[in-house]
């Protein structure tokens, strides 16, 4: 927590009630979460079937109360506690933008998705909290919490809930501090912050979670695998015994990049993977003429051919490139798989105003507007997304 933007979390910190009965400054919240249309929630609307409370402004309101009569919640950690706190008021801030009606019924479909895109846009771009180990982890804890705040009431529902569940509890070998008993406290207040007619059966639901996660190894920690392959095996829906240590027969490694522009992916590259041959969307862009803005779709093809070459020789080689949404990088990560290679996603980040400058010093910059949009579509890679996956502070 000591490098994680001081300012803004010690300030939140001051709002974080001591004990259940401590009152809660709605007024120094509203400020602090201002920027990320925290007030917004007021002057959106709930289906009252579900929500008899009202607005979802008033549904936070409930279910903040109802996190500081859990006696769990003051049992962790500073961190972990100002982590959750800080989900449980930004948990449906995405119903500002999801929700609509429909057939006279109000709706906010994907809203926790949308939610955690909106939380990490906030925390990043207007608290600073990007380019530091403690700044990363306390905010993709708070952004996987409002990711997956409803999966307690759903994942007795799952096809396979002991991999999903597994699935979920890897963010915290990156995100220190995030792990399922943390959503399942933030679920049972979820629900228990509602008034409607189905409190008690959710309650049950949220218990279940609870059960599946402890049976399935992690709930309170990571799961850990018989090792890396097995885990991606694993993870990527094939049928294999999680504990296994399974054959390793991939060729060699892809080591593919992700992050913001003026993040240094170039830089790294020379100082920690000299000579390994590199696939670079900016150096096809530049070759081609086509700038950062420029439909991208020549790019991206010529990459792809550049890599299969790579591929069918057997070469290991470095994808260089953005790369920032999950979808891409799935895509790619099957194919370098289909070919036989290994992957190694490196996500690279670095502080908000060092990124301006790096950029700014490019010799074809991307205007930050972009950039800015690129920011709001970014999710940083998740352990299952690949064989290895790492966060680099450059």
């Not at 809203?111 to 380019?131: E, K, M, N, P, Y």
Request: a neutral charge; glycine letters at 8%.
């Amino acid at each position: 927590m000591k490098d994680a933007a001081p300012d803004f979390i010690r300030e939140f910190q001051e709002c974080v009630p001591n004990g259940p009965t401590d009152e809660i400054d709605w007024d120094r919240i509203g400020r602090l979460l201002a920027p990320a249309g925290f007030t917004a929630m007021k002057e959106t609307p709930q289906n009252p079937v579900f929500h008899g409370e009202g607005d979802v402004y008033r549904h936070t309101q409930l279910v903040c109360r109802k996190l500081l009569l859990n006696p769990g919640f003051f049992g962790l950690s500073s961190g972990r506690r100002t982590a959750l706190f800080l989900a449980a008021l930004l948990h449906d801030i995405g119903k500002t933008k999801t929700t609509r009606c429909e057939g006279g019924v109000w709706t906010s479909p994907n809203h926790s998705a949308a939610g955690s895109r909106i939380v990490r846009t906030f925390l990043w771009r207007d608290c600073a909290l990007c380019g530091t180990p403690g700044a990363m982890a306390f905010r993709e804890a708070v952004c996987a919490l409002v990711r997956y705040h409803m999966l307690p009431v759903h994942l007795a529902e799952k096809e396979d809930a002991r991999r999903r569940v597994r699935e979920i509890a890897c963010i915290g070998e990156l995100a220190a501090g995030f792990t399922p008993d943390l959503l399942l406290v933030l679920a049972e207040a979820d629900v228990k912050g509602r008034i409607a007619g189905d409190t008690a059966d959710l309650l049950e639901r949220v218990q279940l979670a609870g059960i599946l996660a402890e049976e399935a190894g992690c709930l309170d920690q990571p799961y850990r695998f018989g090792d890396a392959f097995t885990k991606r095996a694993y993870l990527s829906g094939r049928n294999v015994d999680p504990d296994q240590k399974l054959f390793d027969a991939s060729w060699g490694e892809v080591v593919m990049l992700s992050g913001l522009p003026g993040t240094g992916k170039d830089t790294w590259i020379r100082e920690n993977l000299p000579g390994m041959p590199v696939v670079s969307l900016d150096e096809i862009r530049k070759t081609r003429g086509i700038g950062p803005a420029d439909n991208q779709g020549e790019v991206v093809w010529a990459a792809q051919e550049a890599a299969k070459a790579y591929l069918r020789k057997k070469q290991p080689f470095v994808w260089n490139a953005t790369d920032t949404g999950r979808d891409t990088r799935q895509k790619l990560v099957t194919l370098f798989e289909r070919y036989g290679a290994r992957v190694r996603i490196i996500y690279l980040e670095t502080g908000l105003n060092e990124r301006i400058r790096r950029n700014a010093g490019r010799p074809e910059p991307v205007p930050e507007a972009v950039v800015g949009r690129m920011l709001e579509r970014t999710v940083p890679p998740m352990p299952d997304e690949a064989q290895t996956v790492e966060w680099v502070c450059v």
